[in-house]
C-alpha cells in the first residue's frame, strides 16, 4: 500500500514540469503567430471593414440603383455567369476525357494547354487587345490582306466586346478546370472500364453509367467555385474592354474600379455590397454539398 502511494507521488511529482512544459510551448507559438494575425487584421479586416462601414449610408444605394450602368452590369454579369461558366465547364468535361489517354503526343499537347492558365493575365489578355485593334491588329490587317476590306471594330459593339471577355475568361481558367476533372477521371478505378468493355459498352455507356457518376459531385462543385470566383474576377473584362463602349461591358467586380475612377467611393463599396447576395447562397451551397 505504502509502495503504490509513493509510485503516485513520484508520478504526480514528475508530471509537474512535464505539465509546464507544453505551457510554455503554447505562449511562444501564440508569440510567433501575433505578427500574422496583425498582418491579417491590418491587411485584410481593416479594409473589409472599412469598406462596409463606407457602404453603411443608404444613400449610397439609392444613388446606386439610379444609375443605368449599374443595372446593365448586374445583367452583363448574370450574362456571364450563365454562359460562359456553363460553356466553360461542358467544354472541360469534353476535354478531360481526352487529356486522360495516355499517348505521348496527347501528353505533349497537354503542356501546351497549360500555358494560357500558366502565364500572367496583364500580358496575354492585352496582347488579345491588340490583336483586335480595328486599325494596326494583326487580325484586321489579316481580313485587309485577304478581302481588301476593312475588318469590323471588334470592341466598338457591346455584345461583342462581351462576348470577347466571355471567351478570354474561357480561354484563360479552361485548363485549370481541365486538370481537376483529369484528376477526378483518374481516380476512377479502370476496372470498372475494363469490365464494361467486356459486356460490350459504348463510349456513351462508359460515360453515362461510369464517369458521370464519379465525376458528377466534382463537377458541381467545381461549377460552384468557378461561379465565386468569377464575381470576384475583373481581369477579363476590364483589361480586354474596360468596361467600354460607353460603359456597357462593366460587370459588379469591374463597377467599382469605375465609381473609384470617379471619385465616388460610397458607390464603389456599395457596389461590392450588393454582389454579396449572389455570392453568399454559392458559398452555402458548395459548403454544404463539401459536408457530405
Known sequence: MSSTATAVAAGSAGA?????RPGRWQFWGRLMVAPYLLIFAVFVLYPVCYGLWLARHPQ??????????????????LVF????????????????????????WIKVLAGIFILPW????????????????????????????LTGADGPNWLNDPTLAL?????????????????????????IPS?????????????WQKFRFISWPSLRTLYLTSTILSMIWTLGDFNSVYLLTGGGPADLTHVLA??????????QVDLSMASIVVAMPLVLPLVYF???????
Do not use: C
Not at 84 to 91: E, H, P
Not at 193 to 200: C, H, L, T
Open 163 to 187: 462576348g470577347f471577355a466571355m471567351l478570354m475568361h474561357i480561354w484563360k481558367s479552361l485548363p485549370f478546370w481541365t486538370l481537376i476533372l483529369v484528376a477526378g477521371r483518374l481516380a
Open 81 to 104: 455567369l450563365v454562359v460562359a461558366i456553363n460553356v466553360k465547364m461542358l467544354v472541360a468535361l469534353v476535354l478531360s476525357g481526352f487529356f486522360v489517354q495516355s499517348r505521348w
Open 286 to 292: 458548395m459548403m454544404k454539398r463539401l459536408s457530405k
Open 254 to 263: 469591374t463597377l467599382g474600379i469605375r465609381y473609384l475612377r470617379l471619385d
Open 118 to 145: 500558366a502565364m500572367p493575365s496583364i500580358p496575354t489578355i492585352l496582347s488579345v487587345r491588340f490583336m483586335l485593334n480595328p486599325e494596326w491588329g494583326v487580325i484586321n490587317t489579316t481580313i485587309f490582306r
Open 16 to 20: 509537474g514540469p512535464a505539465a509546464a
Open 60 to 77: 449610397s444605394y439609392v444613388h446606386l440603383a439610379d444609375d443605368p450602368i449599374f443595372f446593365r452590369s448586374v445583367i452583363n454579369t
Open 191 to 203: 476496372e470498372q472500364y475494363e469490365a464494361a468493355s467486356v459486356d460490350g459498352a459504348s463510349s
